[in-house]
């Protein structure tokens, strides 16, 4: 159990900042929009406009210049942005725009100028948000009707459409060579659909061939969905087996998380009961097969009788969502640098929650609150000390969203940038800074400029004392990776990762306020050390994938060295790059090149390009075909093992 307060918000907020202001944030956060709200222009743009007049200056702790950045601020705004009330700050809710908000009036009662589009703190972005059911959603057994609901819920990643075809059960649906596995071998399913298990043989068995108590990639529904698709099914059919899954509720297709690509198929649960009556003709039972293929790790797959009709229609949903960017002005135009942390969270959970199936708030207080109550800091220290002397470098300030649904916020500014790319000679980010521990600081991007290790360094030396973990790497699963992609110096500070990542339990109770503060100040430190030297030098910096991995990437073994853009869905997958030194490289792939097929697997999305890449090992020559300048072309590239 968390140890966040109970009472409403309002109450909070009538304590944090003061009873005058009271009335203007309860309309804030009334006038959050809708979510039909259509996504051209947020009607709530305009809502730090109607609190012109209102004591901000209540918002902000009393300080003189160039003073530490009270802790009591910092623990304030943490705890406001990770307010249950504010929904997980999850894209599409109510609360993320009531956070944007806030961010916004904070922003002007730390004196920071609007620097978002037409005038206001706001930049808007229009995201897809989940999907949702539409007619006809239904499935057809001899003559008997079943719509969606209880015995028959289509997947999040189905394609729209009707089917009619022969049904066959195809075990788990795993083609594993690595396993000595292939639920598909000697089973024709062209044009057929697919009715398969879920998870894996061995789950919840320490002596399984997979690898028992934890799933394989194998075991995930992209991956039957893939597999089914390139061996010729036209639909999937999922269902609970009755081992360890019986009586289990179908679940709804996601309406919150990612992209929602499509698999290229149709994709649906179904039920126990329906499954038993697919396999009816065949003499089986579900339970029976599932024990044959259990007992000896064996397939048991067996074409079936029956056909079915498959009716998918699925709606995505889309919202707008909003950047938050306040300026302080220096005085040369074309200097820029740029202070970031993502404000947005998982929501009520989703694709992205380790908490398996929760529906509570994600409060995300480390994740990112903490970075975000940072960025606020780091922008009231230089703007009290701005107020005494201006800065060389316009100074600017993000909150971005759409971090945990693929750094769609920071991809946007960089795609539109409110102020020319070019002048931006460093962004540093803060996401998960909350929990400082054994006083360790990891710092990542050092390798992006030249000037870096030494100027961090002293920083370190004057303002800081960390231990600091250094990394030269300029990607990781954070926003400045939307940076250097655009070859920009980029540092990332971050304290590590913990067991109540992306869970409920990230709560602003466990977080390390003191250590907030010193990072707060030696941020601010290291942007004042910047904005009094000259330009950065620009540095490809060696790749070091730890963080990535300490995030949940899953450590597969083949590597190819590309950086797929997060902003790319559908048709291929786009390269923004790729690494140096790496086996793309080395075979001509470049940047701006899209691949659509991986050795023989077809590419539409970066589900498809994941799984190709994981199904094939270091060490292996494959094919793979890019789009280039409006022509196809072939590569043949070795890969490698990953770093
Ligand atoms: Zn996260």
């Known amino acids: 159990m968390s140890a966040v307060p109970s009472e409403r918000l309002s109450l909070l907020l009538l304590l944090a900042i003061g009873a005058a202001m009271v009335g203007s944030l309860t309309a804030a956060t009334a006038a959050a929009p809708a979510r039909e709200t259509p996504p051209t222009k947020p009607a709530h743009a305009v809502v730090p406009e109607r609190l012109t007049g209102i004591p901000v200056s209540q918002l902000l702790v009393s300080m ?45 009662a730390i004196g920071l100028a609007p620097g978002g589009d037409d005038g206001t703190y706001f930049q808007s972005l229009e995201v897809t948000t989940g999907v949702e059911v539409g007619e006809p959603c239904a499935i057809e057994i001899a003559g008997n009707r079943f719509a969606a609901g209880e015995d028959f819920e289509p997947i999040g990643f189905s394609t729209n459409g009707r089917l009619k075809a022969p049904l066959v059960f195809a075990g788990y649906g795993i083609s594993a060579p690595g396993y000595q596995y292939d639920d598909y071998a000697g089973l024709d399913v062209r044009d057929k659909l697919v009715l398969v298990l879920t998870n894996e043989p061995g789950e919840m068995d320490s002596t399984s061939r997979f690898d028992g108590s934890v799933n394989t990639a194998h075991a995930e529904l992209r991956t039957k969905a893939i597999v089914a698709r390139e061996h010729g099914a036209l639909g999937l059919l999922v269902v609970n087996g009755p081992r360890h899954h019986a009586g289990e509720p179908l679940r709804a297709p996601r309406r919150d998380g990612a992209g929602y690509m499509t698999s290229g198929l149709l994709a649906a649960s179904v039920s126990e ?84 199936d929760s529906h509570a708030p994600h ?38 969203t759409g971090e945990e649904i693929g750094l769609l916020g920071s ?60 990394s030269e790497d300029g990607y990781g699963p954070s926003d400045h990776s939307s940076f250097y992609k655009r070859r920009l110096p980029v540092l990332f500070l971050f304290t590590g990762a913990h067991v109540d990542y992306h869970k409920p339990s990230d709560t602003p109770d466990k977080l390390e306020y003191a250590g907030l503060a010193r990072i707060t100040q030696f941020c601010a430190a290291v942007v004042e050390s910047l904005d009094a030297r000259p330009r950065p030098t620009f540095h490809q910096a060696r790749s070091d994938s730890t963080i990535g991995r300490i995030a ?66 270091p060490g292996q020559q494959v094919r793979i075909t890019v789009k280039r300048e409006g022509g196809n072309m072939d590569f043949v590239v070795t890969l490698g093992r990953r770093p």
């Not at 601020?73 to 705890?79: G, H, I």
């Open 411 to 470: 991809g946007h500014f960089v795609d539109q940038p409110t102020r020319p790319l070019p002048t931006v000679e460093t962004m540093i980010n803060m996401d998960m800074v909350g929990r400082l521990s054994r006083n360790r600081l990891a710092v990542s991007g050092t390798g992006t400029a030249a000037e870096f290790p030494a100027m961090l360094a002293a920083v370190n030396a004057s303002t800081g004392g960390f231990e600091i973990k250094s």
């Open 64 to 108: 003189p210049a160039g003073a530490r950045v009270p802790e009591a601020q910092l623990r304030r705004d943490v705890w406001l942005l990770a307010h249950p009330d504010w929904e997980g700050r999850g894209i599409g809710t109510a609360g993320i725009d009531s956070a944007a908000n806030y961010l916004a009036l904070r922003m002007r």
């Open 552 to 617: 949940g990437g899953a450590g597969y073994g083949a590597y190819l060295g590309t950086i797929p853009d997060y902003m790319q869905t559908e048709g291929g997958v786009l390269l923004s790059g790729v690494r140096s030194g790496g086996p793309a490289e080395q075979a001509g792939l470049r940047g701006a090149d899209t691949i659509i097929q991986f050795d023989g697997v077809h590419v539409d999305n970066i589900y498809d390009y994941t799984y190709a890449l994981r199904s094939r090992k």
């Open 273 to 356: 009961r329906l499954a038993e009556r697919m396999l009816a003709g065949s003499g089986h039972t579900l339970r029976e097969l599932q024990d044959s293929i259990e007992r000896d790790t064996r397939p048991a797959s067996v074409a079936l009788a029956d056909s079915a009709t498959v009716m998918v229609t699925l709606r995505r949903t889309r919202a707008t969502t909003r950047n938050v960017v306040g300026v302080i002005a220096g005085r040369d135009s074309a200097r820029t640098l740029v202070v970031g942390a993502h404000y947005d969270h998982l929501g009520f959970g989703g694709e992205s929650s380790l908490a398996a």
């Open 363 to 400: 409060v995300g207080a480390d994740d990112n609150a903490s970075g975000t109550a940072a960025m606020l800091g780091v922008a009231t220290q230089l703007a009290a000390r701005a107020a005494a002397r201006t800065p060389q470098h316009h100074l600017v300030f993000c909150a971005f």
